[in-house]
């Protein structure tokens, strides 16, 4: 599978992870399809902001209560690595849902993009517009 993202977007993932560094960004992606044509942002409400992820629940519902009612929909998440690559950590693989959605991971400039299946994360590409 072949992700597209949106130029803005792919801009945006990048630098909230440079605002937020040396914290972990993380927020929510919308659009349709496999395409990604927005971002929600959402605090990171993770007692350890600096080393683990954890989306605004609030944000979370709010997104899908707008997808359930004619919204973007929901196709995945993201979050930043400030220390590590742009590639699931082992506290990603352990947290997953393993619910077939998209994850952007943004490291040191790098975004990756990967589906969260029930055997574990599938690297994908992805074409940037």
């Known amino acids: 599978m072949t992700v597209r993202v949106r130029l803005s977007v792919f801009h945006e993932l990048v630098a909230q992870a440079a ?21 929600i942002p959402a605090r ?15 944000a979370l ?14 196709l995945g998440y993201y979050h930043s690595h400030p220390a ?14 393993h619910d077939g959605r998209v994850w952007a991971i943004v490291a040191a400039g790098e975004v990756r993009f990967w589906r969260d299946t029930a055997q574990g994360f599938e690297a994908l ?5």
């Open 61 to 74: 519902v709010d997104a899908h209560r707008a997808a359930r009612t004619g919204g973007p929909q929901v």
């Open 44 to 58: 990171n409400v993770h007692p350890r902001p600096e080393r683990h992820f954890e989306i605004d629940p609030q």
């Open 84 to 97: 590590g690559a742009a590639e699931p950590s082992a506290t990603d693989r352990h947290e997953a849902a």
């Open 125 to 129: 590409s992805y074409i940037v517009r």
């Open 19 to 39: 605002v937020a560094h040396p914290r972990e960004c993380c927020g929510i992606l919308l659009g349709e399809g496999s395409a990604i044509h927005a971002l």
